[in-house]
Every structure is written in C-alpha cells, then in structure tokens.
Nanobody, 124 residues
Framework: QVQLVESGGGLVQAGGSLRLSCAAS????????MGWFRQAPGKEREFVAA????????YYADSVKGRFTISRDNAKNTVYLQMNSLKPEDTAIYYC?????????????????WGQGTQVTVSS
C-alpha cells in the first residue's frame, strides 16, 4: 500500500509560481508512474501531468504545457509539480497519484493510489 502526501499549495497572485511536492511511502517509489490531477469546484477531476518511472518521459495537459513542469526524485520518494505563470483558472485542489502499470494514462481511473490533495488558489 502506497501512501501519498501532497504539500506546497496556497494562495498566489496571477502570474506567480508555486511548487507542489508529493511524498510517497509504503512502496517502491521507482516502480510507479506518477501523475498530478486537479479538480475545481463543480468540475470533474482532470489530468495535469505525468512522469515515467525513470523521469525520461513526461506528459502534460495542453492547458498547462509550457507553464508547468513535473519531475521526480526517486532517492527522496518525491514527485514535484513546478507551476509558473499561474492563472485564475488553475485554481483547484491538486492531487498526486501513483500508477503501477507501465503504460501512460491520463485517466484518473487508471491510477491506483491517491493523496488527499492540496489547495491552489490563484487570485486575479
């Protein structure tokens, strides 16, 4: 059983930056493909970014491409989401997720473990 704990959320003005962290425990972190999702009030959970086991491959939603960067440190069992040029529409609860299977997926249903989420609020 893998436990995931997100941190780093907060309130930031439009154009600002935040760095989210997700610390994993209870499993072999390097065996999991990691992803970030977000959910705004009244909306479905949506894919933000994913990273392969070795960090050799990354994937992004079109809405964040060029602004967000996903990375991981397997030695620290941590995955990060650097968010730059934030917009009010980025406001959401951000969730970290882990997927056992090696293939790439943007579907939340394909991820096996989830963190509790961290709130990101971007003011205009």
């Amino acid at each position: 059983q893998v436990q995931l704990v997100e941190s780093g959320g907060g309130l930031v003005q439009a154009g600002g930056s935040l760095r989210l962290s997700c610390a994993a425990s209870g499993g072999t972190f390097s065996n999991y493909r990691m992803g970030w999702f977000r959910q705004a009030p009244g909306k479905e959970r949506e894919f933000v970014a994913a990273i392969s086991w070795s960090a050799g491959n990354t994937y992004y939603a079109d809405s964040v491409k060029g602004r967000f960067t996903i990375s991981r440190d397997n030695a620290k069992n941590t995955v990060y989401l650097q968010m730059n040029s934030l917009k009010p529409e980025d406001t959401a609860i951000y969730y970290c997720a882990a997927r056992r299977r090696p293939s790439y997926s943007i579907s939340a249903d394909d991820y096996d473990y989830w963190g509790q989420g961290t709130q990101v609020t971007v003011s205009s």
